[in-house]
T-cell receptor, first 111, second 115 residues
């Protein structure tokens, strides 16, 4: 059974640009959540999608957005990148009321 | 305001001994707690969880203890093995009743098991 797949694994962007990250959940998992991991803040919840609807949102500015498609694949977008957006972005999928399975993450570096 | 705290950034333990990782939380609405293990360049891997209706859950070498009155949980690894060397994250969630939950993570404790 394939795990959670995130692409790309690594990304370097320039301040002010925008970026789109992709996540393919485990087959049959309809919930997809996104987390940001930085050395200073640990893992912080960005948002959760279920059946193409955002069900929950963390405390991040509006520059961070996401969406989910009918096949449960999800994308997150960060516009007007700032240096502080450099982080590991983790996607996790789950079945209702069960634990997450995380992907390996996308390492974003903003220069 | 950090709702889940792991006050020890790092811990070193001899192989074969017990590793004890601690976690404190402040939100009394949390009713489900999890531990994740993370190696560099990989996503976190689920280790063990505990519901607030229990005070102990065991899975092989891993045991999680929950003290609700103290808002404290701990992960015991016995015996510790070099392959256990990783960053361990404590996480907590509060039931939303809608099947949705978000995890609030601590900042992690880096465990080093010395052969």
């Amino acid at each position: 059974k394939a795990g959670v797949t995130q692409t790309p694994r690594y990304l370097i962007k320039t301040r002010g640009q925008q970026v789109t990250l992709s996540c393919s959940p485990i087959s049959g998992h309809r919930s997809v959540s996104w987390y940001q991991q930085t050395p200073g803040q640990g893992l912080q919840f960005l948002f959760e999608y279920f059946s193409e609807t955002q069900r929950n949102k963390g405390n991040f500015p509006g520059r961070f957005s996401g969406r989910q498609f009918s096949n449960s694949r999800s994308e997150m977008n960060v516009s007007t990148l700032e240096l502080g957006d450099s982080a590991l972005y983790l996607c996790a999928s789950s079945l209702p009321n069960l634990g997450y399975t995380f992907g390996s993450g996308t390492r974003l570096t903003v220069v | 305001d950090q709702q889940v705290k792991q006050n020890s950034p790092s811990l070193s333990v001899q192989e074969g001994r017990i590793s004890i990782l601690n976690c404190d939380y402040t939100n009394s609405m949390f009713d489900y707690f999890l531990w994740y293990k993370k190696y560099p360049a990989e996503g976190p891997t689920f280790l063990i969880s505990i519901s607030s209706i229990k005070d102990k859950n065991e899975d092989g070498r891993f045991t999680v203890f929950l003290n609700k009155s103290a808002k404290h949980l701990s992960l015991h690894i016995v015996p510790s093995q070099p392959g256990d060397s990783a960053v361990y994250f404590c996480a907590a969630s509060a039931s939303s009743g809608a099947g949705s939950y978000q995890l609030t993570f601590g900042k992690g404790t880096k465990l080093s098991v010395i052969p």
